[in-house]
């Protein structure tokens, strides 16, 4: 009984989301890596065919996989940390609001490893300037000529800005569906429920911030950052909507929509499970 009472340590609090958030993170990432490629091909500047069609859909695998991981572990383990801080200093109404807080902060977080990791994933995915060469290639190639923020981190105010609203929206969407689930189930949810939740939230977050992640898309590919310098958000979907019209704002989206609702299926599946399992293990130590 004694055990029960006693306090978890700092490791048992925020291991378990760390971990989580790694194996479910390179999990879905890996699994799910073509559809984000055809994605991404759909959104280049190029055309479809031009950026590589369907072939080479596995192109910057490599550099997801080996970046997946710290990625998402600091993602949920910064998420979780946040809302348990935050969670007791506001009434229940505004409980959203500290998942948006939460997720905000996680992302700003993962992004400082996202973005590099983006710039060559992208790269290699639509052929721009790389060729056959390796990811850590063409990130010392951008820092070389372009500088270290110009370079390496292009693109990471648009990322922000993409990834921002989608979590405002996935996180608080996905905590809102498990509270309802717990209230028609005995307050209890399985990792499987969660998982449809998760699908749900991200798919509807995807959809709505697909105009973002085209504006991303287009910085980061851009040849130099003497032309993705003077891009920015709203004057590249301008001109795409000029060009292309509304439907054109939504290029990729039924790729990225499937995409990040089987992942979402995947990724909070595969996180609940895990998380579980961690914490059963230290519960029982």
């Given at each position: 009984?004694?055990r029960?009472?006693?306090?978890?340590?700092?490791?048992?609090?925020?291991?378990?989301?760390?971990?989580?958030?790694?194996?479910?993170?390179?999990?879905?990432?890996?699994?799910?890596?073509?559809?984000?490629?055809?994605?991404?091909?759909?959104?280049?500047?190029?055309?479809?065919?031009?950026?590589?069609g369907?072939?080479?859909v596995?192109?910057?695998?490599?550099?997801?996989?080996?970046?997946?991981?710290p990625?998402?572990?600091?993602?949920?383990a910064?998420?979780?940390?946040?809302?348990?801080?935050?969670?007791?200093?506001?009434?229940?109404?505004?409980t959203?609001?500290?998942?948006?807080?939460?997720a905000?902060?996680?992302?700003?977080l993962?992004?400082?490893?996202r973005?590099?990791?983006?710039?060559?994933?992208?790269?290699?995915?639509?052929?721009?300037?790389t060729?056959?060469?390796?990811?850590?290639?063409?990130?010392?190639?951008?820092?070389?000529?372009?500088?270290?923020?110009?370079g390496v981190?292009?693109?990471?105010?648009s990322t922000?800005?993409?990834?921002?609203?989608?979590?405002?929206?996935?996180?608080p969407?996905w905590?809102?569906?498990k509270?309802?689930?717990?209230?028609?189930?005995?307050?209890?949810?399985?990792?499987?429920?969660?998982?449809?939740c998760?699908?749900?939230a991200?798919?509807?977050a995807?959809?709505l911030?697909?105009?973002?992640?085209?504006?991303?898309?287009?910085i980061?590919?851009?040849?130099?950052?003497?032309v993705s310098?003077?891009?920015?958000?709203?004057?590249?979907?301008?001109?795409?909507?000029?060009?292309?019209?509304?439907?054109g704002?939504?290029?990729?989206?039924?790729?990225?929509?499937?995409?990040?609702?089987i992942?979402g299926?995947?990724?909070?599946?595969?996180?609940?499970d895990?998380?579980k399992?961690?914490?059963k293990?230290?519960?029982?130590?």
């Amino acid at each position: 009984m004694e055990r029960k009472n006693k306090p978890k340590s700092f490791k048992a609090t925020h291991f378990p989301p760390l971990l989580a958030g790694a194996v479910a993170g390179v999990s879905v990432d890996v699994t799910l890596y073509p559809l984000d490629t055809l994605k991404t091909r759909l959104q280049s500047a190029q055309g479809f065919q031009k950026a590589g069609g369907f072939s080479g859909v596995y192109r910057g695998l490599l550099t997801v996989a080996a970046t997946s991981m710290p990625t998402t572990a600091l993602f949920f383990a910064s998420y979780e940390a946040t809302k348990t801080l935050c969670q007791p200093l506001v009434a229940t109404q505004y409980t959203p609001l500290v998942h948006m807080f939460a997720a905000s902060v996680g992302e700003v977080l993962a992004c400082l490893i996202r973005v590099p990791t983006e710039i060559a994933k992208q790269r290699k995915q639509t052929y721009v300037g790389t060729n056959s060469k390796s990811s850590i290639s063409i990130l010392l190639h951008a820092y070389k000529t372009e500088g270290f923020f110009r370079g390496v981190y292009r693109g990471f105010g648009s990322t922000v800005l993409r990834d921002l609203p989608f979590s405002f929206i996935e996180l608080p969407v996905w905590e809102m569906l498990k509270t309802t689930v717990r209230k028609y189930n005995d307050g209890e949810i399985s990792s499987f429920q969660s998982a449809i939740c998760g699908s749900i939230a991200g798919g509807f977050a995807a959809v709505l911030t697909t105009p973002l992640d085209l504006a991303k898309t287009r910085i980061m590919l851009s040849d130099s950052y003497r032309v993705s310098g003077k891009m920015k958000i709203k004057p590249v979907l301008t001109a795409i909507y000029i060009e292309s019209g509304f439907k054109g704002l939504f290029a990729g989206v039924m790729p990225r929509m499937t995409a990040i609702m089987i992942g979402g299926f995947v990724f909070f599946g595969v996180y609940e499970d895990t998380k579980k399992y961690v914490e059963k293990y230290f519960d029982g130590r």
